[in-house]
Structure formats: C-alpha cells, structure tokens
C-alpha cells in the first residue's frame, strides 16, 4: 500500500558546521570550542579532527548540485558562529558571513529553501574563556549574534532554529564531559541548560523585533520505557523522561521544570526564578524533533546522577553506535507531544542510522540496506502520527553527508551520501536513491 503525505510536505536532508565545512579557520574565524576539543589528544576517537571534514567550505557549489541531483526541497544546516563574530561578540567578520551568503543564495538558486540553526554546539572559544554558558551573559551574548544573522540573512531564509539540542549540550559538555568543553559537573548541567532555554527566548525576542519570518527550537527527544514492571524501572524510565525530555518541553510550552530534576542534581539543581518562563516560554512558530531512538531503561543506583540505564532488547537490531531501532517509538513520541504540548507545528529536523558501509564506494555504488529499511520504517511511523493528528510538516534525514560523528570522529557514518574522506569523492548511497523517490512521489 502506498502512504501519500500531505500536499506540501519539505522534504530535507539537515548536516552541521562543525561536522562538514573544514577550513575552521579560514577567512579570519575565531577558533570554536570544538576546534579545540578535538586538538586536545585523546578526546575525539582517533584524534580525528574537523580540519578537513567533508571540506564541504570550499566544495559547497558541487554540494549544492548534488542535492538538487536528489531532489531535495530543504536544506537545514547551522552558521558557525565564530565566521561571523570571531571573538564571540562585537567585530563581525564579512569574510566568514560571505559564505554563508553564497550558501544561501546557492540553495535558493537550485530551488532548494534554506532551513538555519544558529546553535550546533561550536561556541566561540573566545566566550568559553568568558564562562561560556555559565555565564549568564550568554543569553545577551548569543541574542547579539542571532540578530547579526538576521540582519545578514533573513532577507532570503523563512525557518531559523536557535539551538539545536540543548540536552545534548548540558549532558555531553557540562555533565558527563564527552563532548566540548568536556566538564564534568552536577551543578553546571542544570545552570547551562537554564542558560541555553535564555537564550533560546532572547533570540526568539530578538527575530520579533528584527525577522519577517519564523523561528524554531530543536529538541531531541527520547521516549524512555521502562524495561520492567518493577517499581524502580518505572521511576527510573519516568527520571530518565524528565532529564532528558520533559527538561526542555516544559519550560518552552508549559512555564514549568518537572519536580524530578531536584531529585536527579540533588545540591546541584536551583530552580530557575519563576520570571524566567515568560523568557523561555517565548512563543516559537515551530518545534524542531530529532529522533534516533528509545531508551528501554532500568534503574541503576550507581548511575551518577540520574540513576538510569538503556539495557538491550534482544532481538531487535541496532545501529552502528548502539541505537535501538524502534520506529514505533517515533509515531508514539510525536502523538504525544501532539496531545501533551498543545499539538505545536512539527518539523522532524533529524531522523537517521549509521550503520556500517564500505570503506570506498565500488563501482560507483555503496549499497546501504540497513539505513534504507530505517529511513523507509521511519518515514512510515511519521506518517503514522500524522494520520492520528500530529501537526508534522516536513522531515529532515540526518545526515546527507558521511561527517565527523562527534566525539566518534569518522568511524561512523550517518550519511545518505557517502564520503571518501582520502579523495572527498561523494557517493549517493542506496539510501540517497530511495531518498528521491520518495520525495518525487511525496509517498512511500
Ligand atoms: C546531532 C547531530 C549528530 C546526530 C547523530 C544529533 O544528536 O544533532 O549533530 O551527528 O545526532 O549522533
């Protein structure tokens, strides 16, 4: 049976800054924390770095062909912040900003409508020097810089994204220390992600007064279910929800913070000054929802601090960096924000897999099964939500290109788009064929 979406579905394919351009330095840009997390030996697997990437700064223009090639209808990538104010604040770089003008004026010369986060996690290393964002400054800090956007861009781009997922900063960066800047801290998690949702709103403020069109937040959500009927399972599940999702819908949609965070920071945790919801709580047009996975969860007492752990489920498959793969869990996520947050405009800024590929593309060709059947599984679970109400406009894959995986550096690959990082040669992947059929059919 075919599944048919709604008429004017975006279709998109979504990567990041750090993740692809290269050339972190070129044109007078500042140095990101990122640039210096993955100069710090021993913190990115194989001391891989985003020297090079896809060195998609200089390849953009044939990037840009290929997505056309795939039919694409949205892009959504993010600015790197230090190009435009190498020193986090006040002089501003034209030389940086130039491209991602040329950026933009490329897509929507190919027909290809631009969607801009502002925030993939490469702060200015000049503001980690200031606190970063434990400063409470870097509301104002990151509201200057968003308006600096607006006025270069908001001409030609309709969708702005202020932060892309603020737990993974607050969690990776400040609690657990596996990503830039790599603290490790109880009673800075709670404060950062308190600072970002500031942020958030002052930039949301700020494109009021300045933007014409619409502005977003990206969250990434995971549904966490119990692995028991047990009583410890079903608070643990029950924490690990409040942590990692209800964290940040709460205090955008419902002016609140789930009781359970002062259980999980204990001495750590402050809740914010009641003032600040009218901030965080700015109305945005949109939520932007990345989905990889669930969390089946049990309760672990040695699990500093949330005392929660995803066990395996047998049976199922996972992908290349240890995700179940659950697409029901994504139609159930999305049902769920429908009814709990008030039914908000949708997009789906990520949904992806990375799964083993070849390490060159023979004869022209990367066969990709396993991300095939999850895009197709997950494209159907989307569909399935939307059929049961939820307001979903438009899916972004993560990722079209192989990138730098973070923390993981190059050993995994997310892309529809394979990437020979020896030769940059891009392979459109089994996945990236399917991809365009379904855009060109606006089904499955
Ligand atoms: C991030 C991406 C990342 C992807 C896969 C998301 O958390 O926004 O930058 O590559 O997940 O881990």
Known sequence: ?????????????????????????????????????????????????????????????????????????????????????????????????????????????RGIEPYVTLYHWDLPAALDDRGGWLNPDSAAWFADYARGAYRLLDDRVKHWVTLNEPWVIADGGYLHGVLAPGHKSAWESPRVSHNLLRAHGEAVRAYRADGRHRIGLVLNLEPKVAASDAPEDVAAARRGDAYMNRQYLDPVFKASHPPELAEIYGEGWQQPPAG??????????????????????????????????????????????????????????????????????VYITENGSAFYDPPTARDCRVDDPLRTQYLKDHLAAVHAAIAQGANVRGYFVWSLLDNLEWALGYSKRFGIVHVDYQTQVRTPKTSAHYYRDVIRRNGL
Not at 44 to 56: E, M, Q, R
Not at 309 to 314: D, I, L, Q, S, Y
């Open 1 to 109: 049976m075919s599944l048919q979406f709604p008429d004017g579905f975006v279709w998109g394919a979504a990567t990041a800054a750090y993740q692809i351009e290269g050339s972190p330095l070129a044109d007078g840009a500042g140095e990101s924390i990122w640039h210096r997390f993955s100069h710090t030996p021993g913190r990115v697997a194989n001391n891989d770095t985003g020297d090079i990437a896809c060195d998609h700064y200089r390849r953009w223009a044939s990037d840009l062909d290929l997505m056309a090639e795939l039919g694409l209808k949205a892009y959504r990538f993010s600015i790197s912040w230090s190009r435009l104010y190498p020193e986090g604040t006040g002089r501003f770089n034209p030389a940086g900003a130039a491209f991602y003008e040329r950026l933009v004026d490329g897509l929507l010369k």
């Open 276 to 345: 600040d919801y009218a901030l965080t709580g700015e109305k945005i047009d949109f939520l932007g929802i990345n989905y990889y996975s669930r969390g089946l969860t049990v309760n672990d007492p040695s699990a500093w601090p949330v005392r929660i752990r995803t066990v395996k489920n047998p049976g199922a498959t996972y992908t290349d960096v240890g995700w179940e793969v659950v697409p029901s869990a994504f139609t159930e996520l999305l049902v769920r924000v429908a009814r709990e947050y008030g039914n908000p405009e």
